[in-house]
Nanobody, 123 residues
C-alpha cells in the first residue's frame, strides 16, 4: 500500500491551494484519512481528518485552520483532498497525508503515510 501526495507549492498569502493524496495497492477498506503538517522546528500536528462513510463521515479540524481549510474524500478513487483557502505564512509546512487502511487478506488495519508535500506561503 502506498500514499502519493501532490499539490504543494509556493503561494502568496490569501491565495488557495488544493492538496491530493491517493492510496494504491491491495486495499480492502480505508477508514479515517487525514492531513498533518510539520513546520521547521515544530512537531507534526493534525490539520484535518475525515472518517469513512461507515464511520459516520465526520470531519475535524485544527482550530488554526477552521473556516479556511476543507477536507474531503473520493472513496471510488481512494483519494483524500485538502482545500486550503486564505492561506497565511504560518501555514508554511510540509504536509503529510495518512490513512488507516485494511489491506486485502488481512484482519487488522495499519496507518500509512504519504511522502509529504511542501507548502510555502510567502509574498
Amino acid at each position: 500500500v502506498q500514499l502519493q501526495a501532490s499539490g504543494g507549492g509556493l503561494v502568496q498569502p490569501g491565495r488557495s491551494l488544493r492538496l491530493s493524496c491517493a492510496a494504491s495497492g491491495s486495499i480492502f477498506r480505508i477508514n479515517a484519512m487525514g492531513w498533518y503538517r510539520q513546520a521547521p522546528g515544530k512537531e507534526r500536528e493534525l490539520v484535518a481528518q475525515i472518517q469513512s462513510i461507515i464511520g459516520g463521515g465526520g470531519t475535524n479540524y485544527a482550530d488554526s485552520v477552521k473556516g479556511r481549510f476543507t477536507i474531503s474524500r473520493d472513496n471510488a478513487k481512494n483519494t483524500v483532498y485538502l482545500e486550503m483557502n486564505s492561506l497565511k505564512p504560518e501555514d508554511t509546512a510540509v504536509y503529510y497525508c495518512n490513512a488507516d487502511i485494511w489491506r486485502t487478506g488481512t484482519y487488522s488495519t495499519n496507518t500509512y503515510w504519504g511522502q509529504g508535500t511542501q507548502v510555502t506561503v510567502s509574498s
